[in-house]
């Protein structure tokens, strides 16, 4: 096997941690956090790949499925969480798994990284097909969990990606497009819900986010298919409304609640004004 770098496990650069005061400590964590963005600017041209090979397939019906363990597995299930609510895309258009299941989601279960095979059967629930995606997130690039899922979709013609901190780990050789982010070693070693856990955050933001841009669910610079699911949002869809449509705060309000999306709002105003 091609020997690589365990970046994720070497020592910190700093030491005696416990004899720093806390400005210490907070201006050492600071400092190890400004790498983060700067090294992920260095994927951006895999990022790209992915978004691209994403869009048809998630125009055609398909769906990006997010695998982890641990740190990993609970940053894609944030990401998918948040995708219904900001972009009012159905909750199985983009899903996070975790090994060990919803339980894992808080408390950690022991040895179900472990498991090479129970990924696929995870995904196989979802009766997946050529036209998704698989996205592997491990720190390590090493979590049998991750491996096993993306091997075997990858096996059968899905297309498959990973987020990993460790250049040349075996998920990435697992993989059609390897994200891989050299964060350098972590601020308490090993730790990598730290750096590299921000990475892949930031990864998973760029990777969501341009999706939902390119396949039409964002209008200018607004989130026009946001729910309305708290008096927060239906004033920011107001607003939105009233700098759209050039109407006032009562017109636009009335007009959101009519139609129950901005989105469909400007569409409805717009027709009316042509009739």
């Known amino acids: 096997m091609t020997s690589y770098r365990k970046i994720t496990e070497e020592s910190s650069n700093y030491d005696h941690l416990e004899k720093m005061d806390t400005p210490t400590i907070l201006k050492n964590i600071n400092k190890e956090d400004r790498k983060v963005p700067e090294m992920v600017a260095g994927a951006i041209p895999q990022i790209v790949d992915l978004v691209d090979q994403l869009v048809p397939r998630i125009e055609k019906g398909g769906r990006l499925f997010y695998i982890g363990a641990g740190t990993s597995g609970r940053l894609g299930i944030l990401d998918a969480s948040e995708i219904p609510p900001t972009y ?78 460790n250049p040349g780990s075996p998920l990435s050789r697992e993989v059609d497009i390897p994200i891989e982010v050299n964060v350098g070693p972590e601020f308490v070693t090993g730790s990598t819900r ?76 717009l027709s009316d004004k042509r009739k």
Request: aromatic share 6%; glycine share 10%; net charge positive.
């Open 88 to 165: 009012g895309m159905p909750y199985d258009k983009i899903v996070g798994l975790i090994a060990g299941g919803e339980k894992a989601i808080r408390k950690a279960v022991e040895f179900a990284e472990d498991d090479v095979t129970q990924a696929w059967k995870d995904l196989m629930a979802y009766e997946i097909s050529e036209n998704d995606c698989v996205l592997g997130i491990a720190s390590s690039g090493t979590t049998p969990y991750v491996i096993g899922g993306v091997r075997e979709a990858r096996s059968r013609g899905v297309l498959t990606a990973c987020i990993t901190n």
């Open 194 to 269: 730290m750096k590299s856990g921000t990475s892949q955050k930031l990864i998973l933001n760029m990777i969501s986010t341009t999706l939902m841009i390119r396949i039409g669910r964002v209008q200018g610079n607004k989130m026009i298919n946001m729910q309305l699911s708290n008096t927060k949002l239906v004033d920011r869809g107001t607003r939105f409304l009233v700098d759209e449509l050039q109407i006032n705060y009562k017109e636009a309000e009335q007009l959101l609640r009519k139609y129950g999306s901005v989105k469909k709002a400007i569409d409805g105003y």
